[in-house]
T-cell receptor, first 112, second 112 residues
Framework: KAGVTQTPRYLIKTRGQQVTLSCSPI?????VSWYQQTPGQGLQFLFE???????NKGNFPGRFSGRQFSNSRSEMNVSTLELGDSALYLC???????????FGPGTRLTVL | QQQVKQSPQSLIVQKGGISIINCAYE??????FPWYQQFPGKGPALLIA?????SEKKEGRFTISFNKSAKQFSLHIMDSQPGDSATYFC???????????FGTGTRLTIIP
């Protein structure tokens, strides 16, 4: 089985811009979660989607949003980028039987 | 109450030795405890996970010990190798809530 894929792998944006990140889950995985990883805050949960519905949301401002498509692929969007949004954004998909979550390689976002 | 505390922050172990990383949690609803390994520039990779109905789980050189009454769990890496040098994260969640709450990470260095 192919693993979790994330595109793009690297992004450089400037303050005020918006960005869209994409995640393709492992085949058969219907749950997709997004995490932000920074040196200061560690790994923080953004939100989780299952069957095109957001089931869980972390404590991030409304500038962070996501969606899931009928094929379970997911996108997250960050609007009005701030310097503090520079981070590694990770997508994880879950095996519904074992509850194991598998992470993609991440998208490294740099906001200048 | 969602916190997972991880220690030590960094650890240096000689090749062939035992690496031990500890985590403590507060939320008694947590019932799934995975450990992830992360190399620089990569996403976290699932190493091993345990549920609270067992006190120990072993996979190869990796062992999780779980103490439900103390709300603590630990990762033991036997016969540590230089290739084990990475950052290790403990995590936890509860059934029906796919959000993983992560520890702050341990940077493990195995020296020859």
């Amino acid at each position: 089985k192919a693993g979790v894929t994330q595109t793009p792998r690297y992004l450089i944006k400037t303050r005020g811009q918006q960005v869209t990140l994409s995640c393709s889950p492992i085949s058969g995985h219907r749950s997709v979660s997004w995490y932000q990883q920074t040196p200061g805050q560690g790994l923080q949960f953004l939100f989780e989607y299952f069957s095109e519905t957001q089931r869980n949301k972390g404590n991030f401002p409304g500038r962070f949003s996501g969606r899931q498509f009928s094929n379970s692929r997911s996108e997250m969007n960050v609007s009005t980028l701030e310097l503090g949004d520079s981070a590694l954004y990770l997508c994880a998909t879950q095996d519904g039987t074992s509850r194991e979550q598998f992470f993609g390689p991440g998208t490294r976002l740099t906001v200048l | 109450q969602q916190q997972v505390k991880q220690s030590p922050q960094s650890l240096i172990v000689q090749k062939g030795g035992i690496s031990i990383i500890n985590c403590a949690y507060e939320n008694t609803a947590f019932d799934y405890f995975p450990w992830y390994q992360q190399f620089p520039g990569k996403g976290p990779a699932l190493l091993i996970a345990i549920r609270p109905d067992v006190s120990e789980k072993k996979e190869g050189r990796f062992t999780i010990s779980f103490n439900k009454s103390a709300k603590q769990f630990s990762l033991h890496i036997m016969d540590s190798q230089p290739g084990d040098s990475a950052t290790y994260f403990c995590a936890a969640n509860d059934f029906g809530n796919e959000k993983l709450t992560f520890g702050t990470g341990t940077r493990l260095t195995i020296i020859p």
